[in-house]
């Protein structure tokens, strides 16, 4: 009962704003200076998933799937695990090495 007797009343709790996050600006198309770093570095990859190349190449995740079937066409990778919601690739390593 000493709280009530002080007559003080308690504050309300604030909750913090949450953190806004910027919307991201990914190219939407490839371009010559994307097309080229997506041929250069990507056969140097271990991983290469949708994430890997939009976080990398700062593209969008529909032109990501585009490159890595492209990708898997020439030969530059291999699919590791083809699954409906995530295809894993890998390098593709010659089998003279």
């Given amino acids: 009962m000493a ?14 704003k949450g953190k806004v996050k910027d919307k991201a600006q ?18 140097t990859y271990r991983l290469v998933t949708v994430a890997v190349l939009v976080d990398r190449l700062k593209i969008n995740g529909s032109l990501a799937r585009r ?18 919601k995530l295809d894993i690739y890998t390098r593709a390593v010659a089998a003279a090495e």
């Fill in 67 to 84: 490159c890595l079937k492209d990708l898997e066409e020439r030969g530059v990778i291999k699919k590791v695990v083809g699954h409906h």
């Fill in 3 to 16: 709280p009530a007797a002080t007559g003080g009343k308690k504050q309300k709790k604030k909750w913090s």
């Fill in 26 to 43: 990914h190219a939407v198309i490839l371009d010559k200076t994307i097309s080229e770093k997506l041929n250069k570095d990507v056969q």
